[in-house]
């Protein structure tokens, strides 16, 4: 409840700065249930979020927020750091004025054709472009991965990968539309082998998507006691025969969704 008010009051306060369907919210948070809660606002205001990570270069940083955001919230330690004429909205000022925002759930404006998120390529091959994904893209990848590999309200999501990854999705909304849990590791967290194999030997989540590469990591970092309890997922990167072999052993069931 307190997660649902919090992002409708955002979407009013979003709503009083003039954005509406299909414009564009910078999201530059350092991983947190304040980014989550920005996602939600930003979708309830019937706006599309871009997720910026912000281990990112500031250079790229402003680029995307100049290329194609109209707003963009972000914590005041990020405040004025960013080249961009994207208007700022600080969370800090939005917990001030919280007070005076509905808490009501707004009622839904968008068609299934509406853009819903953008995420930006790596730029490898030139400038960094945008990827533009629709409600009806979103709402087909939940349902399908809410039917396989499937998630109930029992289930604990460790949430490892980037913003910027668009897989990040079935970290950060799905388990939501089922009301299961989701655990969330910080910037520096999420790259510690032995702190995620603790969260995941010691019960505290169930369901992880991770690359090979992690789970390789994870490997590499000792883990060789099962964990009968562990939905593993495995995306982003071809997943070696090899290395597949290796995983089942320690786990409850393993997908390939590459």
């Known amino acids: 409840e307190e997660l649902n008010e919090t992002s409708n009051q955002l979407a009013d306060l979003l709503t009083q700065n003039g954005i509406g369907r299909n414009d564009i919210v910078g999201i530059v948070m350092d991983r947190s249930i304040e980014m989550i809660t920005s996602i939600m606002g930003v979708l309830k205001a019937g706006a599309a979020y871009l997720p910026i990570d912000t281990d990112f ?18 914590h005041k330690k990020y405040q004025g750091k960013f080249r961009t004429q994207s208007k ?17 759930n707004p009622s839904p404006n968008n068609e299934p054709n509406d853009i819903a998120y953008i995420i930006y390529t790596s730029g490898s091959t030139g400038k960094p472009k945008g990827v533009m994904l ?27 990968s980037s913003c910027s990854f668009d897989i990040a999705l079935l970290e950060l ?19 510690d082998p032995w702190l995620i194999l603790e969260y995941l030997t010691g019960n505290k989540a169930d369901i992880m998507f991770a690359t090979p590469t992690h789970w390789k990591m994870l490997r590499e970092a000792g883990w060789d006691i099962p964990v009968e309890h562990l ?21 409850h069931s393993l997908w390939n969704i590459y």
Request: glycine share 4%; aromatic share 8%.
């Open 57 to 74: 270069p500031e250079e790229r940083i402003s680029y995307m927020l100049k290329d194609a955001a109209k707003v963009h919230i972000t």
């Open 88 to 104: 700022e909205v600080l969370w800090e000022d939005f917990i001030r004025q919280q007070s005076q925002l509905s808490k009501q």
């Open 134 to 160: 629709t409600h009806e893209n979103l709402y087909n990848f939940l349902k399908t991965v809410s039917h396989r590999p499937g998630i109930t309200s029992h289930n604990k999501f460790l949430a490892v």
């Open 173 to 191: 909304i799905l388990p939501f539309v089922h009301g299961a849990q989701i655990v969330v590791l910080d910037q520096f967290e999420r790259k």
């Open 231 to 251: 939905h593993i997922i495995s995306g982003g990167e071809a997943l070696s025969k090899e290395l597949a072999s290796q995983l089942l052993p320690l786990c």
